[in-house]
T-cell receptor, first 115, second 115 residues
Framework: NAGVMQNPRHLVRRRGQEARLRCSPMKGHSHVYWYRQLPEEGLKFMVYLQKENIIDESGMPKERFSAEFPKEGPSILRIQQVVRGDSAAYFC?????????????FGPGTRLLVL | AQKITQTQPGMFVQEKEAVTLDCTYDTSDPSYGLFWYKQPSSGEMIFLIYQGSYDQQNATEGRYSLNFQKARKSANLVISASQLGDSAMYFCAMSAGKGTYKYIFGTGTRLKVLA
């Protein structure tokens, strides 16, 4: 009964490189959410996706960040031309129905360090 | 504006004693859900307990209970019989509004259980 899977767990990039973070939701869940946690802060919502659709990306920076959840395969959060300020923990969560106040189950996170 | 406030950056508790972690929230929406998550030093986010705004009774899950005081807009987490493994960061979160899926997180409380 696998939970939400994220990989890699740790990612080191130099400024200007690209970062790709992957998330496989729990079995039976088709709703995926990405959150970012800066050091010593709470998590902040970035984007909500269903299969092949971005439902809400209001928390995503307008530039360099993109997300997808293809019909087959994991959800991908992509950060182009990373900067030091992108260093953070990125969490993916999933839920079965995407309804209001539904419990979201989180993956272990990807810690991104930009040198 | 919707907001979650956790005013205790750090707490200590003796092993086997009970501890209360404070959480206050602000929303004008009558329909909302309140969640508590535990983040141990390994970094994952573990779901603990949920309280719906229309729930008549306080939620309980094993040693965790939620002291929900609607008029005061507080949703404090009570951990009974603390164990060393309870040492972690604890986050309160809210999802407010019918159909809303975004979680708003507090800044967290770091709990240390003393032997």
């Amino acid at each position: 009964n696998a939970g939400v899977m994220q990989n890699p767990r740790h990612l080191v990039r130099r400024r200007g490189q690209e970062a790709r973070l992957r998330c496989s939701p729990m079995k039976g869940h088709s709703h995926v959410y990405w959150y970012r946690q800066l050091p010593e802060e709470g998590l902040k919502f970035m984007v909500y996706l269903q299969k092949e659709n971005i439902i809400d990306e209001s928390g995503m920076p307008k530039e360099r960040f993109s997300a997808e959840f293809p019909k087959e395969g994991p959800s991908i959060l992509r950060i182009q031309q990373v900067v030091r300020g992108d260093s953070a923990a990125y969490f993916c969560a999933s839920s079965p129905r995407g309804k209001g106040q539904e419990t979201q189950y989180f993956g272990p996170g990807t810690r991104l360090l930009v040198l | 504006a919707q907001k979650i406030t956790q005013t205790q950056p750090g707490m200590f508790v003796q092993e086997k004693e009970a501890v209360t972690l404070d959480c206050t929230y602000d929303t004008s929406d009558p329909s909302y859900g309140l969640f508590w998550y535990k983040q141990p030093s390994s970094g994952e986010m573990i779901f603990l307990i949920y309280q719906g705004s229309y729930d008549q009774q306080n939620a309980t899950e094993g040693r965790y209970s939620l002291n929900f005081q609607k008029a005061r807009k507080s949703a404090n987490l009570v951990i009974s019989a603390s164990q060393l493994g309870d040492s972690a960061m604890y986050f309160c979160a809210m999802s407010a509004g019918k159909g809303t899926y975004k979680y708003i997180f507090g800044t967290g409380t770091r709990l240390k259980v003393l032997a």
